[in-house]
């Protein structure tokens, strides 16, 4: 299986600040078609995750341009440009390169 | 917009089967790759298995001795059997639709199911 390593676990924001979460994966997730299939989720607290990003780099539709995804291989980033209050939860990185898919730990960010 | 819903016992005993379904609203089953992840109470995701609307499945090798997914397009409806199960199958299950079998665009609200005598 391939290993998803969050960091950090924990990440305390200050709303207007910028923030980034790290994602590594114990295998490369780029696919010889050029795509990295590395996955971003948030899940609000008392909800069902949603998707933000896909391949790596594509928005969702409907997730705000405040985030973005980056990274290629094994490394990978998903930045918040300013952080709102409503962006609150647990953060999942995933990988569908391969079956089985496998989650990050996760990310908690809250607020200062 | 896509609607998806679990159902199910909320409380199923140990060694017994866990079956959950999930119907599909507002868009055909037809296509797509179709999961169930679990999250046990205060920990992480796990990726159970995906059908694809054909009946072709994958499951996690962790799994796949007792899992079982299926799907019933004349219902819009995909399931989830789980065979002699122990405390540490409860979890929150999710059904949720997925593009290649990834990128889950959307999930349903995700059901409670307990094991306990």
């Known amino acids: 299986d391939i290993v998803m390593t969050q960091s950090p676990l924990s990440l305390p924001v200050t709303p207007g600040e910028p923030a980034s979460i790290s994602c590594r994966s114990s295998q490369t997730l780029l696919h010889i078609n050029g795509y990295n299939y590395l996955d971003w989720y948030l899940q609000k607290p008392g909800q069902s995750p949603h998707l933000l990003i896909y391949l790596g780099s594509t928005r969702a539709s409907g997730v705000p341009d405040r985030f973005s995804g980056s990274g290629s291989g094994t490394d990978f980033t998903l930045n918040i440009s300013r952080v709102e209050a409503e962006d609150v939860g647990v953060y999942y990185c995933?990988?569908?390169?391969?079956?089985?898919?496998?989650f990050g730990q996760g990310t908690k960010v809250e607020i200062k | 917009q896509v609607q998806l819903q679990e159902s199910g016992p909320g409380l199923v005993k140990p060694s017994e089967t866990l079956s959950l379904t999930c119907t599909v609203s507002d868009g055909s089953i037809s296509s797509y790759y179709w999961s169930w992840i679990r999250q046990s109470p205060g920990k992480g995701l796990e990726w159970i298995g995906y059908?694809?609307?054909?009946?072709?499945?994958k499951y996690n090798p962790s799994l796949e001795s007792r899992v079982t997914i299926s799907v019933d397009t004349s219902k819009n409806q995909f399931s989830l059997k789980l065979t002699s199960v122990t405390a540490a199958d409860t979890a929150v299950y999710y059904c949720?639709?997925?593009?290649?079998?990834?990128?889950?665009?959307?999930w349903g609200q995700g059901t409670l199911v307990t094991v306990s005598s």
């Open positions: 949720a639709r997925g593009v290649g079998g990834y990128r889950f665009e959307y």
């Open positions: 059908i694809y609307f054909s009946g072709s499945t």
């Open positions: 995933m990988q569908g390169h391969q079956t089985p898919r496998t």
